[in-house]
C-alpha cells in the first residue's frame, strides 16, 4: 500500500543533493516508477530512533560555525558525516567523498543544512532547519519547501517564552 510519495533526491534540490549518497538507498526505493519510502518508514508501525548518532555531530559543527569556532573542527565533523560507510548503529551511511569546498562559516553552513536534510530524512526537523538557515520558502520558491505551515498555538506561546513569531503566511 502506498501511503506517500516521496520526492526526488530527499527533497533536495538538484543543487544541494549529492549523486550518489547512500542515505537515499536506505532512505526510498523505486517501486516500478514510484519512489517509495523505506528505512524507519517502510511500515507504519515501524520503529523510529530518537536521534541518529551523527546527527550530534552536526548540531555540534553548527554550533562551533554559528560561535566562530574552528572551521577545520567544523569540516572535521561534517566529513565524518559525509564520509562514512559503515559502523552507524542504524546504518545510517553517506559514504560521499570529503568536503571539498570553501573553508568559511558561510559554505560549511550550506554543508551543515545538506546534510542535516539527508541525514535526518522524514524525521520532521526539516521545517526548523529551513528556518534557522534562512532557506527559500514558498510562495516564491517552492525548491526545498512546498508549504508554510499555520502559526504557533497560544498555548505555546503561553508556556514558552522563547516561542519565535510567526511565519509569514
Not at 44 to 62: F, R
Not at 154 to 163: C, F, L, Y
Request: one cysteine or more; glycine letters at 8%; proline letters at 7%.
Amino acid at each position: 500500500m502506498k501511503y506517500y510519495v516521496v520526492r526526488e533526491n530527499l527533497g533536495l534540490p538538484t543543487g544541494l543533493f549529492e549523486t550518489g549518497d547512500k542515505r537515499l538507498d536506505f532512505y526510498t526505493k523505486l517501486n516500478g516508477t514510484t519512489l517509495q519510502l523505506k528505512g524507519f518508514s517502510e511500515t507504519q508501525n515501524g520503529e523510529v530512533p530518537v536521534y541518529l548518532p551523527d546527527e550530534m555531530k552536526l548540531i555540534k559543527a553548527e554550533a562551533l560555525l554559528r560561535n566562530n569556532g574552528s572551521l577545520t573542527e567544523a569540516r572535521d565533523l561534517i566529513n565524518e558525516v559525509r564520509t562514512q560507510t559503515a559502523g552507524d548503529l542504524f546504518n545510517v551511511n553517506a559514504g560521499l567523498p570529503a568536503y571539498a569546498g570553501a573553508i568559511n562559516k558561510n559554505d560549511l553552513l550550506l554543508e551543515v543544512y545538506k546534510q542535516r536534510c539527508a541525514e535526518l530524512f522524514m524525521s520532521g526537523l526539516r521545517l526548523e532547519d529551513s528556518r534557522r538557515f534562512g532557506r527559500p520558502a514558498p510562495p516564491q520558491n517552492t525548491a526545498e519547501r512546498n508549504r508554510n505551515f499555520y502559526p504557533y498555538p497560544d498555548q505555546e506561546r503561553i508556556g514558552n517564552p522563547n516561542t519565535p513569531a510567526d511565519p509569514e503566511i
